[in-house]
């Protein structure tokens, strides 16, 4: 499936920028645009069942968002992206490069677990309550009902298992042939603890300063300073 994507800048190389659960690419990324976009080409779609981008169906769907993703890129006959993912967007964007590792010239992630953390059964808890409120206020369905296509409920149902988070696919993914680049908030402690020494020895750990699970939101600039330093040299 092609997604929805917002096609902005210009450059000789393109950065792709995927969501967080619940939001677009525009909602979450548009003020960080002038930071990039008078240098590099700048996708921002709509993952599967988000925004403009349908949803045909929730199983498997990391998987299957993963490679419509790549479906996606290769419609706009783009063979090399750097790819940024925050949250939701960084899971997809672990299942791309595992399965699309040729079309990945850097990886970088954000709000994202390499391993479980000793807490993560409170955690989950607690996000599954979030999740529930949410439905409850109608007010913030309203506003989801206007920005996301019909069925979007859907994906909170994905992660009321407690199994559903790939801690493996995620720590797997610092083995490949890749340059990662993992941006983490210094008051998420959850992800923070994850980040073991091999993780390490083989990725760049950049912590911000007074930011949370969303360093996008966060921090604006300097996590847009961060993905500008990383992508620079390479």
Known sequence: MILHTEDIGCGSETIVFLHSGLQTGLTDFENILPCFKDKYRILLPDLRGHGKSESVSFDN????????????????NISKIHLAGVSLGALIAVHFASRHESSVKS??????????????????????EIQAKIMKDKE??????????PGWEQFIKISKNKGWYPFTKNAEII????????????????????????????????????AGHLVNHDSPE????????????L
């Open 61 to 76: 769907y990391f998987e299957r968002t993963a490679d419509d993703l790549a479906e996606t890129i290769s419609s706009l």
């Open 107 to 128: 990886l970088t992630l954000s709000g994202l677990m390499f391993n479980e953390p000793h807490d993560y059964g409170e955690l989950h808890r607690h996000e599954v």
């Open 140 to 149: 913030t369905v309203s506003y989801f009902n206007n920005i996301h296509p």
């Open 175 to 210: 083995n490949q042939d890749l340059p990662v680049h993992i941006i983490i908030g210094s008051r998420s402690d959850h992800e923070l603890e994850t980040i073991t020494d091999p993780i390490k020895e083989k990725a760049l750990i950049t912590i911000v300063e007074n």
């Open 222 to 233: 300097k996590f847009s300073e961060a993905i500008l330093n990383y992508i620079k040299d």
